[in-house]
């Protein structure tokens, strides 16, 4: 069983969802390399022009969830699942469908009445997906892929999360990301939207 280290601000799994790995796993280092390439497979096809340029609304439960499941369906059987138990982070799981459909309902108006640049829309986005916390893990990579898929879909201004640094490994940007996120608990989006650009 793999030995887990959880740094600030990653949700820790119960023993329930550790035994819902999907391949053999031996060290965290294997654990974060598969779902790592799992995720860049997610990133390829949701980036795909066919995706993109489709007429398809993003902002609907069924693809959310299924971009979940491409980022890690190959490793946790509860992929592009809601969550069933609370975690350290999160509105309690039985409220998760709830806020998730107001948060879908403000976007859609957040869009249709131009409330934000796309590239804030896509910041605001992510932040309120990783407060509700959908999934057992992975939501804030999730979440800042989504918010990427937004940019490109509607064009906003690209965003790189601190400069592109791997957030799981830069301590010092992690950091930054987790004290704007705390921010944005107080009702101020402005430093996570200056680290999402930046």
Do not use: C
């Amino acid at each position: 069983m793999v030995q887990y280290h959880y740094i600030e601000g990653q949700t820790p799994l119960d023993e329930e969802e550790k035994e819902h790995l999907i391949p053999t796993v031996l060290t965290r280092e294997d654990l974060d390399r598969l779902e790592q390439e799992n995720i860049l497979e997610a990133r390829r096809w949701v980036m795909r022009k066919s995706v993109l340029a489709s007429k398809q609304d993003i902002f609907t439960e069924k693809f959310i969830l299924d971009l979940h499941r491409r980022m890690y369906g190959r490793v946790w059987k509860w992929a592009g699942q809601y969550r069933k138990s609370n975690k350290n982070i999160g509105v309690d799981y039985s409220l998760v469908r709830t806020e998730f459909r107001k948060l879908l309902d403000d976007a859609a108006y957040w869009l249709e009445h131009n409330t934000y640049s796309i590239a804030e829309l896509a910041v605001i986005f992510h932040y309120r997906l990783v407060k509700i916390h959908l999934f057992q893990n992975g939501n804030g990579r999730h979440a800042r892929l989504f918010a990427d898929v937004i940019v490109a879909k509607y064009g906003g201004e690209k965003l790189t999360w601190g400069g592109g640094a791997d957030l799981t490994a830069s301590e010092g940007v992690r950091k930054r990301y987790i004290a704007a996120l705390h921010e944005a608990d107080a009702g101020s989006y402005d430093s996570l939207i200056l680290f999402a650009k930046s």
